[in-house]
C-alpha cells in the first residue's frame, strides 16, 4: 500500500535528500535479525528511493542525494 501511495504522487520529485540521522538508540537487532542503526539509516533509503523510482524517472532530471556524518568516530 505504502508503494502504491507514493509510486502515484501527483507532483514532480526533483530531489529527495536521504540523512542517516538516528545515532543514540541502543544496540539492538530488528525481527530481521539486522542491527536496527543500520536498518534504519541505510536500508530504509534504500527502500525509499526504490519506492519512488518511478516518480523520480518521471520527474527527470531528478536526483538522490545521500549524506552521512561522521559521528561514528
Known amino acids: 500500500m505504502f508503494y502504491l501511495l507514493l509510486s502515484s504522487l501527483p507532483r514532480p520529485l526533483h530531489i529527495l535528500v536521504c540523512n542517516a540521522g538516528v545515532c543514540t538508540q541502543p ?17 530504509g533509503h534504500f527502500l525509499l528511493v526504490q519506492c519512488l523510482q ?3 524517472r518521471r ?5 538522490v542525494v545521500v549524506v552521512s556524518s561522521e559521528s561514528h568516530r
Open 27 to 43: 544496540w539492538s537487532l530488528t525481527e530481521d535479525g539486522l542491527e536496527s542503526t543500520f536498518q534504519s539509516c541505510h536500508l
Open 54 to 56: 518511478e516518480v523520480l
Open 59 to 63: 520527474s527527470a532530471p531528478a536526483r
